[in-house]
C-alpha cells in the first residue's frame, strides 16, 4: 500500500474516480478534486452546479481535459409543493422529465470549467455509456425500448449528429456497451452489431447470425486487434 485516503461513508456513496498517467480525479457531488496519483496531494478542487447536480459519466483519456456528463434534477420540496397545496396526486414522471442533463469539460491543470454546454437528452432518459474517439464525444442514452447514440464536437460541445435504435425491453439485462475499432463505433443490439460511422452516425455494416438468439455480453473488451 502506497498511500491511503478516507473519504467519509456518505460522500462514497456519491463518488466516481478517474485517473491517469499523473493525476487523480475524484467526483463527489457537485465538486471535483485533483489529487497526485503518487502522493494523494490535493492540486485543486472546483464546483459545479449546486445541490441538486451530480455527475453521471465522466472520462479522462484526454491530455488536457475531463469530459463529464452533469445531471440536475428539480428541488423536490418546491416541485412537489404546488402538488401538496393542491391536495393532488404527486407526479413522479414530471419530476424526472424536469431533469436537465449538460456535457462539460474541466481543464485538467487548473480546475476551470473550459465549456458547459445543454444536451437535448429527454430528463427521463438514462445515460448508459459515454465514450471519447480522437475529435468527438459520443453518448448513449435510453428511454423505454429506445436507445440513441449522439456526437459532439470535442473542442466545444457542439451537437454533431443522433441515431436511435429500437430496443427490447430485456436489453438493459445485459452488458451491452458501445465499443471502438479504428474509426468505427460498434454498436451491439439485441441481435445484432452494426458498425456506426462514427463522422456522421450511419450504419455502413452489420454483423448478424441466424443461430444468434441473444446478444448477452459486448464492451471494449470484446475487441481484440482486428478480432471481435
Do not use: C
Not at 449546486?50 to 445531471?71: L, Q
Not at 446478444?215 to 471494449?220: E, H, V
Amino acid at each position: 500500500l502506497k498511500w491511503k485516503k478516507n473519504i467519509s461513508h456518505n460522500r462514497f456513496d456519491v463518488a466516481k474516480m478517474e485517473v491517469d498517467n499523473e493525476k487523480i480525479f475524484l467526483f463527489i457531488n457537485n465538486n471535483v478534486e485533483s489529487h497526485s496519483i503518487h502522493s494523494s496531494a490535493l492540486f485543486w478542487k472546483s464546483s459545479f452546479g449546486d445541490e441538486n447536480t451530480s455527475v453521471v459519466s465522466t472520462d479522462a483519456k484526454n491530455e488536457n481535459y475531463i469530459f463529464f456528463i452533469k445531471k440536475d434534477v428539480p428541488d423536490a420540496k418546491q416541485f412537489y409543493l404546488r402538488d401538496v397545496l393542491a391536495s393532488r396526486q404527486i407526479d413522479f414522471e414530471a419530476f424526472e422529465k424536469a431533469t436537465k442533463y449538460s456535457l462539460a469539460a474541466i481543464d485538467k491543470r487548473t480546475g476551470n470549467i473550459s465549456w458547459d454546454v445543454p444536451l437535448e437528452i429527454p430528463g427521463e432518459s438514462v445515460i448508459a455509456w459515454m465514450g471519447v474517439l480522437r475529435n468527438k464525444i459520443f453518448i448513449q442514452s435510453r428511454l423505454p425500448n429506445k436507445m440513441n447514440i449522439s456526437a459532439y464536437d470535442i473542442a466545444s460541445g457542439d451537437f454533431l449528429w443522433e441515431s436511435s435504435h429500437n430496443i427490447s425491453s430485456l436489453y438493459t439485462s445485459y452488458d451491452l456497451t458501445p465499443a471502438f475499432h479504428k474509426d468505427i463505433l460498434l454498436l451491439p443490439l439485441d441481435t445484432s452489431i452494426e458498425y456506426i460511422n462514427t463522422d456522421n452516425g450511419i450504419a455502413e455494416k452489420k454483423y448478424s447470425d441466424e443461430d444468434i438468439d441473444h446478444i448477452y455480453s459486448f464492451n471494449q473488451n470484446s475487441i481484440h486487434n482486428n478480432t471481435m
